[in-house]
């Protein structure tokens, strides 16, 4: 996404970095005061904000450890290694358990992480219990059955399962063709729906089966026919369209994948493909769930202050700042509509007349109902240059083109919205970052270590 970037979006950086080189912070809050000795009394020691970290292009390019992240993690323990603030990393990685890539994390920061710190594109699938007991198809890669069951899942299909039982449904590679006609195998039972973890390996044979299975309303075994509309549910996991490794650009993400089995749907039956649910960053879905997790981690520790404040890190614009901006206005709304509530019915309470509240107002939705309501009310974004995002790519001088042509590259199902991907801070790497946190919420980390 490096050269593919908007470049209104790139202008921020491009001014900060002319007055600090990026090697200080580049912020879109003042700086601290530098003659603030009266505020060092009250510096923070219990905290009432929590981390977000994404994984690839802040901690890592593939195997490769940031150099940044190991410096900004020790800042992040007191002495017996238990960390000083609430701390979720949330990935849009789904090929693996939560207990793999929280074991990847240990190594690579030097830290204990756990998996319950740990949340993969795939783990808010916990909260669809309505899915749990029907039979699924599900496609990506890495430990497919297992990382099903342990979400929940009691009948999850592969794609592989599926093409050994259907083996002439798979025709793209010549080579993988059936030598021999086979004999009618086994019936499967019904697909009842959907489930898309992560980029596949063999995208053709997973797209093929995919469309398969939709246009025979969960029936691959039987000729197409005039299928029902909408579909049978697809539930989404991961919607990045590219994301950094060691590469020098950008890799197809999932997101890659699902554009093509959208337009295929399309192309086939002139009906857009509809998602029961979307998941992984920028989903609010995903967003929530990492609050809850917070909330968790803060509630183990008997803090009593509530978390108020969330950091989300990422060095994606589409995925990353757009989540954690959309996730912040979800909480403003939240909170406008809960005074909105209180002060209706304290109007009710005192007799002067009765409560009226809409049906949507009084009905969470399920995720929320699940993981009790937010109590965070601000999610703010800080975006690193060591990743997906390029801070020196030019900056055209006709802003008014730059607005006509952005490329967005986030979800069709994501309408555009440029501040949504306006970032509040932006730092040179994730050693900065925490820095600043600490700085903006006047915390030390020292004081912290002599009461722990």
């Not at 970095?17 to 090697?23: I, N, P, V």
């Not at 990685?93 to 795939?122: E, F, W």
């Not at 898309?196 to 390996?201: K, S």
Request: proline share 7%; aromatic share 8%.
């Amino acid at each position: 996404m490096q050269g593919l970037l908007p470049p209104l979006l790139r202008r921020p950086l491009h001014r900060a970095a002319a007055a600090t080189g990026l090697g200080g912070f580049c912020s879109s809050a003042p700086a601290a005061a530098s003659g603030e000795s009266d505020a060092a009394a009250q510096l923070n020691i219990q905290p009432t904000f929590g981390f977000l970290f994404d994984i690839d292009g802040v901690l890592v390019r593939g195997k490769t450890p940031i150099p940044a992240a190991r410096k900004a993690f020790q800042k992040l323990l007191n002495s017996q290694g238990q960390f000083l603030v609430p701390v979720v990393f949330v990935t849009n990685a789904g090929n693996c358990l939560r207990q793999k890539k929280a074991d990847q994390l240990s190594h690579v920061l030097g830290v204990p992480i756990s998996q319950t710190q740990v949340i993969m594109s795939h783990s808010p699938l916990r909260m669809f219990k309505r899915y749990h007991e029907k039979c699924v198809l599900v496609s990506g890669q890495g430990p497919l059955l297992d990382i099903a069951k342990q979400l929940g899942f009691c009948q999850p299909i592969t794609i592989d399962r599926l093409r050994e039982t259907y083996p002439l449904l798979d025709m793209v590679d010549h080579d993988r063709r059936p030598k021999v006609l086979p004999s009618p195998a086994v019936e499967l039972p019904k697909i009842e729906a959907i489930v898309l973890f992560g980029e596949p390996v063999r995208w053709e044979t997973n797209l093929q089966l995919i469309i398969d299975v939709l246009l025979t309303s969960g029936c691959p075994g039987n000729p197409y026919h005039q299928a029902t509309y909408p579909h049978i549910p697809v539930l989404a996991c991961n919607m990045d369209l590219m994301w950094v490794a060691e590469a020098q650009s950008p890799r197809f993400g999932h997101g890659t994948f699902m554009v093509c089995l959208e337009n295929i749907y399309k192309k086939i039956t002139g009906k857009d493909l509809r998602y029961e649910a979307l998941m992984g960053k920028p989903s609010e879905l995903t967003y929530h769930y990492a609050e809850y997790l917070i909330r968790t981690q803060a509630t183990a520790k008997q803090w009593k202050k509530p978390i108020q404040t969330l950091y989300a890190i990422g060095d994606n614009l589409m995925t990353d700042i757009y989540g954690a901006n959309l996730y912040n206005r979800y909480l403003k709304e939240e909170n406008t509509r809960r005074s909105s509530k209180a002060r209706v019915q304290a109007k009710a309470a005192g007799g002067t007349r009765s409560a009226t509240i809409s049906q949507e107002e009084e009905l969470d939705n399920t995720w929320e109902s699940e993981l009790a309501s937010a109590t965070a009310t601000s999610c703010r974004s800080v975006l690193v240059c060591t990743g997906v995002y390029n801070p020196h790519t030019e900056v055209p001088s006709d802003t008014r083109e730059c607005i006509t042509e952005t490329v967005f590259h986030g979800h069709r199902d994501f309408r555009f919205d440029p501040a949504l991907v306006e970032p509040d801070h932006i730092v040179p790497d994730v050693d900065a970052a925490v820095d600043l946190i600490f700085q903006l919420e006047n915390f030390a980390p020292n004081a912290s270590l002599r009461t722990s």
